[in-house]
């Protein structure tokens, strides 16, 4: 498609339970990236990808936090025995080239109750 | 100290008016520059990237200034529509290519 889609559009999980949010990049673009955004305007990198291979995933809570992009699927984001602290929007985005311009998905919205 | 510093505002313009932005950055490495903007509860949109030799689109002027590490917008004429916050972004000028954004200036314009 021509926009980078995210779903579902809010998520509700009790702390504990486990959350998976979806991506689908512009088509085209082979580059995928993950932010969590909290507080406002707090954007924090997660994870990227180039096609299916992981690229960068330093920002990662590696213990619950997962990340897949298989060929012929959304991208996935999986939250493994979610905390409060989880609660955030995520944030897709998918470039053409490594540096270039990134375009944002409509995010996910998680409430960790 | 942030990598990308920002005045969060708000500034209070009425239309009409012409309003200026200023960011810095600290990695000194980082190589791509962009203006975006968001609205509340949405994402960022793409306002504009930043070259060393300044751009304009429209109403929109962004400069960067490699050497003093800082990036400014200037919005002309301002329009209702325009009330929102913009948000500062670098490269992290790694190999990684992610972005690390500035925490956001809200801008307000009155009729």
């Known amino acids: 498609g021509e926009e980078v889609a995210q779903t579902p559009k809010h998520l509700v999980r009790g702390e504990g339970q486990k959350a998976k949010l979806y991506c689908a990049p512009i088509?085209?673009?082979?580059?995928v990236f993950w932010y969590q955004q909290v507080l406002k305007n707090e954007f924090k990198f997660l994870i990227s990808f180039q096609n299916e291979n992981v690229f960068d995933e330093t920002g990662m809570p590696k213990e619950r936090f997962s990340a897949k992009c298989l060929p012929n699927s959304p991208c996935s984001l999986e939250i493994q025995a979610t905390k409060l602290e989880d609660s955030a929007v995520y944030f897709c985005?998918?470039?053409?080239?490594?540096?270039?311009?990134?375009?944002f998905g409509p995010g996910t919205r998680l409430t960790v109750t | 100290r942030k990598e990308v510093e920002q005045d969060p505002g708000p500034f209070n313009v009425p239309e009409g008016a012409t309003v200026a932005f200023n960011c810095t950055y600290s990695?000194?490495?980082?190589?791509?520059f962009f203006w975006y903007r968001q609205d509340c509860r949405k994402e960022p949109k793409l306002l504009m990237s930043v070259y060393s030799s300044g751009n304009e689109d429209g109403r929109f002027t962004a400069q960067l200034n490699r050497a003093s590490q800082y990036i400014s917008l200037l919005i002309r004429d301002s329009k209702l529509s325009d009330s929102a916050t913009y948000l500062c972004?670098?490269?992290?000028?790694?190999?990684?290519?992610?972005?690390?954004f500035g925490s956001g200036t809200r801008l307000l314009v009155r009729p």
């Open positions: 972004v670098v490269n992290g000028g790694d190999s990684s290519y992610k972005l690390i």
């Open positions: 088509k085209g673009h082979s580059y």
């Open positions: 990695n000194s490495a980082s190589q791509s």
């Open positions: 985005a998918s470039s053409q080239g490594s540096s270039g311009e990134q375009y």
